[in-house]
């Protein structure tokens, strides 16, 4: 898919390298709206995208003092999930929370796990146009996407477009608010240096 213009517009204050990087990603979204939440979360984040990896990646928590150099956050377009009893789904983005540095295979070929997870899909003009079964398998979709650990975030196409560094400081809080819960449970159970140092 071509970039639209009013992603190009969102992020043209980048240098060349990364927006050539930053637009291979914007190509897998499937729509304009997509790409414009995404070149929106690109400028808030600040981060770098990874080709190679078909992922935005960045340092979170400059925002939030505490945990500041705990946690690196991804968001890969166009991601396929599965759920806990074998269900896929491809959602629009998925964005998870792993430990900062960690991103990726480690020197003894595991990877950093997931700690936090959230889907966020965008929906076009022809969902409000849904039938009852239409509907009933979005609910459906959405409750398995909870079950397995991946709680779901829904913007109208509308929504972005009129204000799409809303949207993404949407997304924003609700990272934080997960990162601030698991941060506060390691450090109620005295496991923070697990949580920094996956020790």
């Given at each position: ?76 377009p166009q991601r396929s999930v599965t759920t806990w ?63 397995a650990g991946c709680p779901v975030i829904r913007f ?39 949580l920094i140092c996956g020790s």
């Open positions: 898919m071509q970039i639209c213009d009013e992603a190009r517009d969102l992020v043209k204050t980048t240098n060349r390298r990364r927006l050539e990087a930053l637009g291979k990603i914007l190509e897998l979204c499937e729509s304009p709206v997509e790409q414009i939440l995404l070149a929106a979360l690109f400028n808030r984040w600040g981060g770098e995208a990874h080709v190679e990896l078909k992922r935005l990646q960045c340092h979170f928590g400059a925002d939030f003092p505490t945990y500041d150099g705990i946690f690196t956050a991804c968001c890969e009893h074998e269900d896929r789904y491809r959602v629009d983005f998925y964005i998870y929370l792993t430990r900062f540095g960690t991103v990726g295979a480690t020197p003894d070929n595991h990877f950093s796990p997931e700690l936090v997870k959230l889907v966020v899909e965008v929906d076009g003009h022809e969902f409000h146009e849904k039938t009852k079964e239409q509907a009933s398998r979005d609910r459906e979709r959405g409750r398995n996407l909870l079950l109208t196409g509308s929504d972005v477009f009129k204000n799409p560094d809303g949207c993404a400081e949407k997304i924003d809080e609700q990272l934080n608010e997960f990162a601030f819960n698991l941060f506060n449970e390691h450090l109620r159970q005295g496991r923070l240096a697990e």
